[in-house]
Nanobody
Framework: QVQLVEFGGGLVQAGGSLRLSCAAS????????MGWFRQPPGKEREFVSA???????GYADSVKGRFTISRDNAKNTVYLQMNSLKPEDTAVYYC????????????????WGQGTQVTVSS
């Protein structure tokens, strides 16, 4: 079992930055692929980014070059650095964990955090 808790959401102006953190419980954190998803208002949940235990990363085209995912296995924490934020980045952001390799597929993730709200004003 893994429990995930996100931190760091908030209100920011367009062009600004935020860093989200996701703290995980459990001894086997380092074995999981960790992902970030988001759900904009009135829309479906969508993939944002993922990182393997070895540090390989993947990003949605909409955030590539602006967002950076990283992890600290010693601290059981995954981060999402978000720069050059746009109003369309407004969403509830979730972190998630899986053992598999379908990084961008939400149904592949077995564990989810409760989400943190990110609001970008224009």
């Amino acid at each position: 079992q893994v429990q995930l808790v996100e931190f760091g959401g908030g209100l920011v102006q367009a062009g600004g930055s935020l860093r989200l953190s996701c703290a995980a419980s459990g001894r086997t954190f380092s074995r999981y692929v960790m992902g970030w998803f988001r759900q904009p208002p009135g829309k479906e949940r969508e993939f944002v980014s993922a990182i393997t235990w070895g540090g390989s990363t993947g990003y949605a085209d909409s955030v590539k070059g602006r967002f950076t995912i990283s992890r600290d296995n010693a601290k059981n924490t995954v981060y999402l650095q978000m720069n050059s934020l746009k109003p369309e980045d407004t969403a509830v952001y979730y972190c998630a964990a899986q053992y598999g390799d379908r990084w961008s597929q939400s149904d592949a993730y077995a564990y989810w955090g409760q989400g943190t709200q990110v609001t970008v004003s224009s």
